[in-house]
């Protein structure tokens, strides 16, 4: 099943891998060798979207690296979107470059991305938050540029509000944004509010990122029982004990009369939202990229994705 980026005829898979994990400390991806384990199964499963950013591994960029030198010889396979200019999580050595949103960092950061994944281009570029300091038709223009350069194929932008996103489509633009990225969940549903509705207004492929919750979607935990080895039992404690067990557990029991799995039911559900493209979900092993992809699969019929939105209907806003 493939879907396309917005108008780029960019074709992706309608589940993507996040890869966040690569390079972070304590997973089996903080080195070279996890990371090309799950990446080669990406690829060998049909998972077609690697979503990266310049900030993500420690130290920043190390996401980057190791995909770069897992995909020798697989780059045709994928489709590569990365991200520059995160205000929050500036890159060591690249302070003095300038606002993130302006020529000067974009055409360095741009060659940097190259560069660490070993590509002549990259498919999708995506700024990763807002610039205040500089016009978005400035940084319009400098990534047609880089279109028309054959250095990216198409450009996105990721945590814009519904007013940001309409200011963005504006802009005056010969290639024009073409995805929009932002946190979207069952347990998170802010976006649906006014988000989702400008991104169709400006004809983006939406591209929802954590839409498992950080696993509290999977199944994998309950109110009472928590895996030693989860990454929330170990590092975010706090969301277990604020989660909505009520709707959950309700979610679980309704998706076990059905007769399939949270995770897959979570997977359908999101794939059935309009503008959603593909789901970008993370992993850190061989065997969860398996279960992500086979997600991709499963078909809920209207009732049931109603029941769903009903079920979750208390958290949205």
């Known amino acids: 099943m493939s879907r396309t980026l917005g108008t780029s005829g960019i074709e992706v898979s309608a589940i993507g891998l996040g890869c966040n994990n690569f390079g972070r400390g304590g997973t089996v991806t903080e080195h070279q060798s996890g990371s090309t384990r799950v990446l080669h199964a990406a690829v060998d499963h049909g998972i077609t979207l690697l979503d990266t950013a310049e900030m993500y591994g420690v130290p920043p960029t190390t996401s980057e690296t190791h995909m770069g030198v897992a995909l020798k010889g697989r780059r045709d396979s994928v489709v590569i979107a990365t991200k520059w200019g995160n205000r929050d999580f500036p890159i060591p050595g690249q302070e003095g470059w300038g606002p993130m949103g302006a020529a000067p960092y974009i055409r360095k950061a741009v060659d940097a991305s190259l560069t660490r994944l070993q590509t002549d281009w990259i498919d999708l570029y995506q700024l ?31 945590n ?54 950080n696993g509290l979607l999977t199944g994998k935990y309950t109110r009472t029982e ?69 997600a991709a699969n499963t078909t809920l019929d209207a009732e049931q994705l109603d029941r769903i939105s009903e079920i979750f209907a208390v958290r949205a806003g």
């Open 160 to 213: 814009f509000s519904a007013a940001q996103i309409a200011e963005a489509d504006a802009a005056p633009a010969q290639s024009g944004f073409q995805t929009a990225q932002s946190e979207y969940s069952l347990l998170q549903r802010g976006v649906e509010q006014d988000v989702l509705p400008a991104a169709r207004e400006a004809g983006l492929g939406f591209l929802p990122f954590f839409p498992l919750a």
């Open 226 to 294: 928590r895996p030693a080895d989860g990454r929330l039992t170990n590092l975010k404690p706090q969301m277990l004990e604020s989660a909505n067990w009520d709707a959950l557990e309700q979610y679980a029991a309704a998706v076990r009369s059905w007769g399939v799995s949270m995770l897959d039911a979570t997977f359908a559900w999101m794939l059935a939202q309009s503008p959603v493209v593909s789901v970008i979900a993370g992993a850190t092993t061989p065997e969860q990229i398996a279960a992500n992809a086979a």
């Open 128 to 158: 990763h938050t807002p610039d205040d300091e500089t016009p978005i038709g400035e940084t319009v223009q400098v990534l047609d540029e880089l279109v028309q350069a054959g250095k990216i194929r198409a450009y996105g932008h990721s």
